[in-house]
């Protein structure tokens, strides 16, 4: 069985400043993705980045870059220049690309982004 | 747009009388997911069908139904709920095509029905 693990339930860091969120993940697979997935207060699930496990390149998106380490199984995610605007609860999420595609998500990071 | 679609977004009940909430998509995406998520927790995968097949997760209480009556609409049914069923629910399609996994998002959701017990 997979299982996703964020140790971080809180954290804070000053606009306009770098934080990174850490996700650790145990699996036997070989063939999987990892996402990282916003939800800001009362508000959908938003596909933050994704990773696919045979890329050793790590994803980037804009702001938001991960560090991959699949020997370590770990999968973190940096926020680059903090908006006011990133203030959510984070998911770090694994799916395992056979059968039906379902996630695993982690428990969460709530992170405030502080003016 | 395109989209998936939850109704009511707040939803209050009794203790212990029935409640049916609804989820639709346009996405004509064969599968659709359910999932609980209590406050500040993960969202827990209730169910899934692919197509018409029910597939249930191994610690989903009895108490919990579903019903897909075609590819749009799913339904969650919660026969008598209790005040730990107090909850976020929410839905969300995916396709099974991997060429469309890969360039897209894999799971689309719903903005959620916020379940009140009182």
């Known amino acids: 069985a997979q299982t996703v693990t964020q140790s971080q339930p809180e954290m804070s860091v000053q606009e306009a400043e770098t934080v990174t969120l850490s996700c650790t993940y145990d699996?036997?697979?070989?063939?999987?993705?990892l996402f990282w997935y916003k939800q800001p207060p009362s508000r959908q699930m938003i596909l933050v980045i994704r990773?696919?496990?045979?890329?050793?390149q790590n994803a980037t998106e804009n702001r938001f870059s991960v560090n991959f380490q699949k020997a370590a199984k770990s999968f973190s995610l940096k926020i680059s220049d903090s908006q006011l605007g990133d203030t959510a609860m984070y998911f770090c999420?694994?799916?395992?690309?056979?059968?039906?595609?379902?996630?695993?998500f982690g428990t969460g990071t709530r992170l405030k982004v502080l003016a | 747009d395109a989209m998936v679609i939850q109704n009511p977004r707040y939803q209050v009940t009794q203790f212990g009388k029935p409640v049916t909430l609804s989820c639709s998509q346009t996405?004509?995406?064969?599968?659709m997911y359910w999932y609980q998520q209590k406050s500040s927790q993960a969202p827990k995968l209730l169910f899934h069908?692919?197509?018409?097949?029910?597939?249930n997760e191994a610690d989903t209480p009895d108490n919990f139904q579903s019903r897909r009556p075609n590819t749009s609409f799913c339904f969650l049914d919660i026969r008598s709920p209790g005040l730990g069923d107090a909850a976020m629910y929410l839905c969300?399609?995916?396709?099974?095509?991997?060429?469309?996994?890969?360039?897209?998002?894999?799971?689309?959701f719903g903005d959620g029905t916020r379940l009140s017990i009182l």
């Open positions: 969300a399609t995916s396709t099974q095509d991997r060429a469309d996994i890969y360039s897209n998002q894999p799971q689309h």
């Open positions: 699996t036997s697979e070989s063939n999987y993705y």
């Open positions: 999420a694994f799916m395992k690309l056979s059968g039906t595609y379902k996630y695993i």
């Open positions: 996405l004509n995406h064969n599968v």
């Open positions: 990773q696919e496990a045979y890329k050793q």
């Open positions: 069908y692919y197509d018409k097949d029910f597939n």
